[in-house]
């Protein structure tokens, strides 16, 4: 059970799931614009319950990570970078994942990295990889 | 403002890694010390209170819980409760306080039982946050489910990011931070209790295996079977006892960000937040100060609360903490004076409440301090976070 998944509801699905058609999907208030992580009903700026999925670009940046040696499960592989990207559509919006397609040590608080997807059961994990090792910008 | 209430007591079973005492035995050792510490029976007792409780499930992070704990010792109660969703490790000395302050207790016991060193005995991935927060592969929780399915199987890992932040932004550096871990592990050789006492060198710690970059082996706690209590009484009531009491003079349980390891700032957590509404209801300053027990569930969170809390500059920890000397028992800001959670075991939380009281008391043995009047506490990492500003009492 080295692979944990997250359960899907009515409000994380978009993010859980956009990756099925390649997109990622982030809670953006429809009056406000303001984008809010994790999914939600509720916008905590203007205070409009008018908040619903909107597709963004998948491109940010590393604002933090970590590169794990542990072997927290005997089947878990190591190393790999779990980092924090901030997405570019707006300050401070970020999230928990993993840097992949890359050397992790080659991982760098700043380093431009674009979304990809990896699908496991119903859910594709939105993970990020460098620009500059993607095929395309 | 008023200040009413006070610690008459406190209590801690043996700290063993691991124990081959109960949650029970452990538990019952601690309260039954800080009681009679506190010169009270436990016919006094009419308030529990505990983080986080056992939450229904009995797990070694919190195996007993205020309900268990009246039904162990029998207490005839006005009020009792417990729970993970407050500030922190402390949450449930600020509960208990309120609980006095709202008129509804006289005499509040406060505990932490922990068993995850004999937990791990048995299985070592007792403590992996997959194994808390999923059923069947799928993480329900509303905070870990955000970070179990890209590998978080710890909070160090959570806790990386801010320390790689604060390496990144202050240019903070491996040989300072490792003087956290070299200043609990010398606090530790003079606490007969600690787990690890003997001597640790910076390049003992430079060496030990990298668990996830930045933090190091040397930079994570350690385990262990224990149980510490805390007996907090009125002011009225506080004169019952044979001993000056500690006053708690300021909490600080503020949160004005996000619940969350991911959306709080990276660089100070709630650790600001805490802190800035703790001095605003107190006039001491952070230079009255004599000890400071800050959360060492890793060692980069010491350093945070130290920034956090003005007894350095923002930024300037890491600075201030190079060579040792500053937050050494001899220094102008020691901490963690019994080894704290690096060295002297994770008893989570209410262990920096019972160092604090010892070096008040002036029964810290051959780690006391020269002078104690007033101790800084401060438990949590990320969203959690509570501190409290205990300092002799003047009744």
């Not at chain 2, 390496?167 to 956290?180: A, C, D, N, P, R």
Request: hydrophobic letters at 35%.
């Amino acid at each position: 059970m080295t692979q944990i998944l997250p359960e899907i509801t009515n409000i994380n699905a978009a993010f859980w799931q956009g990756g099925k058609n390649g997109e990622l999907f982030i809670s953006q208030c429809d009056d406000c614009e303001f984008f809010i992580h994790p999914p939600s009903a509720f916008c905590v700026k203007c205070h409009s319950r008018n908040v619903s999925a909107q597709a963004v670009s998948g491109d940010g940046t590393v604002s933090s990570f970590s590169v794990n040696f542990q072997k927290w499960l005997p089947e878990l592989e190591t190393p790999y970078v779990v980092a924090i990207v901030e997405l570019k559509e707006q300050e401070n919006l970020r999230f928990v994942t993993n840097i992949i397609g890359c050397d992790p040590n080659s991982v760098r608080i700043g380093t431009p990295v674009e979304v990809t997807f990896e699908n496991h059961e119903d859910v594709w994990l939105p993970l990020f990889r460098p620009k500059e090792f993607g095929a395309e910008t | 403002m008023k200040k009413n209430v006070y610690i008459t007591g406190v209590g801690q079973s043996e700290v063993k890694r691991p124990s081959l005492k109960s949650a029970e035995e452990l538990t019952v050792d601690a309260c039954l010390e800080a009681v009679s510490d506190a010169g009270l029976s436990l016919a006094d007792i009419d308030g529990v209170a505990c983080w986080p409780g056992d939450n229904n499930n009995g797990a070694p992070f919190s195996p007993i819980g205020p309900v268990g704990l009246k039904t162990l010792l029998g207490l005839d109660l006005k009020w009792f409760g417990g729970g993970y969703e407050g500030p922190g490790p402390i949450a449930s000395l600020i509960n208990g306080a309120m609980a006095i302050e709202a008129g509804i207790c006289r005499h509040v016991l406060v505990f932490r039982t922990i068993t995850e060193s004999s937990a791990r005995q048995k299985d070592k991935t007792a403590s992996t946050l997959g194994k808390l927060g999923a059923k069947n592969g799928r993480d329900r929780s509303n905070l870990w489910g955000n970070y179990t399915p890209f590998g978080v199987h710890s909070a160090v890992m959570l806790v990386a990011m801010y320390a790689q932040k604060h390496f990144h932004k202050y240019g903070l550096t491996s040989e300072q931070l490792g003087q956290i871990a070299l200043t609990c592990r010398a606090n530790a050789a003079e606490n007969p209790k600690a787990i690890y006492r003997s001597p640790m060198s910076l390049d003992n710690y430079l060496e030990s295996r990298m668990i996830s970059s930045p933090l190091r082996m040397f930079d994570c706690d350690i385990h262990c079977d224990a149980s510490t209590a805390i007996i907090l009484s009125r002011k009225d009531c506080a004169k019952d006892s044979s001993r000056d009491p500690v006053l708690i003079e300021a909490i600080g349980a503020g949160n004005s960000q996000p619940w969350s390891w991911d959306q709080i700032s990276l660089t100070h957590m709630v650790a600001r937040d805490v802190a800035q509404d703790m001095w605003s209801k107190t006039d001491l300053k952070p230079n009255d100060v004599d000890c400071a027990q800050l959360y060492d569930g890793f060692s980069i969170l010491t350093l945070i609360w130290m920034e956090a809390l003005g007894l350095c500059e923002i930024g300037e920890g890491g600075r201030f903490i190079e060579g040792g000397k500053r937050i050494a028992r001899t220094g102008e800001m020691p901490i963690n004076t019994n080894g704290g959670q690096l060295s002297g075991g994770r008893t989570h939380g209410l262990g920096y409440v019972h160092e604090a009281c010892q070096q008040i008391w002036g029964r810290a043995g051959a780690r006391q301090l020269k002078t104690c009047n007033t101790a800084l506490v401060a438990a949590g990492g990320g969203p959690l976070g509570g501190s409290a500003l205990l300092r002799r009492g003047d009744i």
